[in-house]
């Protein structure tokens, strides 16, 4: 082969060499590209955000839970602001604090006698893991939980029959208290107070606590002003929710 043809050959051969050369170079970049890993997940996020805290609202003594109970208090009390919650189907509330602190709890529903905090004991509470624990919640007071349950009692209107055959000229009071048990203590709740002139003999309507006992105290003025009071008697009945009761009170 003359010199000449043998120097164009080298030549063909080298760009073709190279040329190859290239084209690999360009897949094993394409190839790179297409099969990096996937970035790792984020980091979690740090443990002292907080603890979940569930509550419960359901009946006193029948346990039915209750939906659409509205429910404030201030977690991590006294450092946070009050929150409100609403119950789900399941009667069930559940929130995020820091500690497992709260204070300042209220629970309003509709036909349920409500749990405020400056109020009487107004339904039964059980904190846990320490279901000991009973304390009604007033200014200033913090309780420690992991969960709570609170008990409510359903609101029901009875007849009260009220007559006075005592001949007294003094005005008669009556008390209302729905009554309820916690870990062998005994509760009651405020309900209503009338008062009625001397000789009176009527029916009224008067909303009590239902599915449990209600105590009824009869009350007599012992000064003209109004300001004494001594209560005469009293009697305890059990009214059952949905029932035509009448209470009859004479005395």
């Excluded at 419960?56 to 208090?73: C, D, H, K, M, Q």
């Excluded at 062998?184 to 009527?202: A, H």
């Excluded at 012992?222 to 929710?241: M, N």
């Amino acid at each position: 082969m003359k010199p000449v043809l043998k120097l164009f050959a080298l030549i063909l051969v080298t760009n073709a060499v190279a040329f190859v050369s290239c084209l690999k170079d360009d897949e094993s970049v394409t190839n790179n590209y297409t099969s990096n890993p996937p970035q790792p997940p984020p980091p979690l996020p740090p443990s002292n955000l907080g603890k979940t805290i569930k509550g419960r609202i359901v009946e006193y003594n029948s346990g039915i839970p209750i939906a659409g109970a509205t429910v404030s208090l201030r977690p991590d009390y006294p450092n946070m602001n009050k929150i409100t919650l609403t119950s789900d189907h399941t009667g069930a509330i559940s929130f995020i604090s820091s500690t497992n602190n709260i204070g300042h709890i209220s629970v309003e529903k509709p036909g349920y006698w409500g749990l405020a905090p400056y109020l009487d004991l107004g339904s039964p509470v059980f904190f846990y893991p320490d279901s000991t624990q009973f304390r009604h919640f007033i200014n200033g007071n913090t309780l420690a939980c992991d969960s709570f349950v609170v008990k409510l009692f359903s609101v029901w209107n009875i007849t009260l029959h009220i007559k006075d055959t005592s001949g007294s000229e003094r005005n008669t009071g009556i008390t209302i208290h729905g009554l309820f048990n916690v870990n062998g203590s005994d509760y009651k709740r405020y309900v209503d107070w009338i008062v009625f002139p001397p000789g009176i003999d009527t029916t009224i309507q008067v909303p009590v606590f239902a599915n449990a006992e209600n105590k009824f105290g009869i009350w007599k003025s012992d000064d003209d002003d109004y300001f004494i009071w001594v209560e005469i008697r009293s009697q305890i009945q059990y009214i059952s929710y949905g029932t035509n009761t009448t209470v009859n009170i004479f005395y």
